[in-house]
């Protein structure tokens, strides 16, 4: 059967040279960091060539790398780190409505704790004004928190007129970047954030390791406590082989950025015009221009975003609804409502994501299985 993988939002496949330099530190090369003996100090060194390599890829200074267990991890640490590090009870933080659940989630937990959140709406593309972060912004205000891209409909948000409001009222600002960082450039200072959370299997790297930027100066606490490693940042034996793979992850996605970004978006772009000239009733969600490359989010009107996913994976299609985490919920994303989208028009959601993989033969087959799905679906199910 014929497949084609265009789910790359959701996870992405490890480079064959991630793999390859993983390899050895799952077997021969496994000292722990910490001891003093020569096995121990090849693990130590190369956790630090990993840090360089990985602060490298965005504008940033190696020591103000830690590297964690991925996006979830890093964005629960930029929050409650950056809360429980400031005096009192007294914390407020500023987010947008259409941040991923590891964002979402912890302001939630944080609100349990007795901080207060207030959480912005974004426009119809789902992008978020400058402005409206301004206006939340109080007094007691620690920390803003604003995703780069977002993972369901691409939209890339104006991030350095967000770190120009934040700077101006001396609140720091937490970027989660996991889908934007090695498919687009990202660049510390340009950006003017503060604090920046990546992940390695979205940079075709391996999964659970990734990392969080930390700008020297910003007070920020670990929230995972025990021995010194990750200067005491983050505790517990550190995953050499997943770092290594992220830093192989982080050299690779730094040669060839441009080119192959306008290779994807060349073909997304064909993917796109191609189901609105063949399939009526659908409409690019998200930003028509201000996106991730690699994305297109479909509403397709009168069927289930699931059912046409099913039906596409019984022809070798992967494509899903949305983020992963929302996949196997009824309820409509809350991103999607948060645009303001209709619920019943909510559930029609198809997301594709394409990679450095993707090839126009994937594309083509795409174009010629979906029509014919759609259309089956819905006869079968006239809304
Ligand atoms: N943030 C965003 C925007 C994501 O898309 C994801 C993954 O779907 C995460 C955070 C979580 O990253 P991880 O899977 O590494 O925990």
């Known amino acids: 059967m014929r497949t084609a993988y ?5 996870t992405t496949p490890p480079l064959p040279e991630v793999i390859e330099a993983m390899k ?8 722990n960091p910490s ?8 693990s130590r060194r190369v956790l630090e060539e990993s840090r360089e390599k990985v602060a490298s890829l965005i504008g940033a200074m190696p020591d103000e790398i830690v590297f964690t267990s991925g996006g979830t991890e890093s964005d629960n640490m930029a929050l409650l780190g950056v809360l429980l590090a400031g005096e009192g009870n007294g914390g407020h933080i500023v987010t947008t409505a259409v941040e991923h659940h590891a964002i979402l989630e912890t302001v939630r937990f944080l609100e349990r704790l007795g901080y207060r959140a207030t959480v912005v709406g974004v426009d119809s593309t789902g992008m978020v004004d400058p402005d409206d972060i301004r206006k939340a912004i109080r007094a007691e205000t620690v920390l803003a928190s604003v995703m780069h891209a977002n993972n369901e409909v ?4 104006p991030l350095r007129r967000v770190a120009d409001v934040c700077r101006e009222a001396g609140v720091y600002l937490h970027s989660d970047t996991v889908q934007t960082v090695g498919n687009i450039p990202v660049d510390v200072d340009e950006l003017g954030v503060d604090m920046l959370s990546m992940s390695g299997h979205k940079l075709y790297g391996p999964k659970g390791a990734g990392a969080i930027y930390v700008r020297r100066g910003t007070r920020v606490s670990g929230i995972i406590h025990g021995g010194e490693q990750e200067r005491g940042m983050r505790a517990g034996t550190e995953n050499i082989a997943g770092i290594v793979g992220l830093a192989a992850a982080a050299a690779a996605a730094a040669r060839g950025m441009e080119s192959r970004g306008e290779r994807i978006a060349g073909l997304r772009n064909r ?4 189901i609105l000239s063949s399939v009526e009733g659908v409409v690019l969600n998200g930003h028509p221009e201000v996106r991730l490359p690699n994305n297109a989010h479909l509403g397709i009107e009168r069927v289930e ?4 996913c099913l039906h596409l994976d019984a022809v070798g299609i992967c494509a899903s609804t949305g983020s992963a985490c929302t996949s196997e919920e009824l309820e409509p994303s809350h991103v999607l409502l948060a645009m303001g989208i209709a619920p019943l028009k909510a559930h029609g959601s198809v997301r594709f994501t394409l990679g450095r993989g993707t090839t126009l033969e ?3 087959y795409v174009l010629q299985e979906l029509p014919p799905i759609v259309e089956r679906l819905r006869a079968m199910a006239p809304l």
Request: no cysteine; net charge negative.
């Open 6 to 10: 265009l789910d790359h939002a959701a």
């Open 24 to 31: 050895p530190y799952l077997a021969e090369r496994f000292g």
């Open 35 to 42: 001891a003093l003996y020569a096995l121990g100090r090849d």
């Open 154 to 157: 691409g939209t890339v948000e």
């Open 271 to 274: 993917l796109v015009d191609g």
């Open 305 to 308: 975003g699931e059912a046409v």
């Open 362 to 364: 994937e594309i083509e």
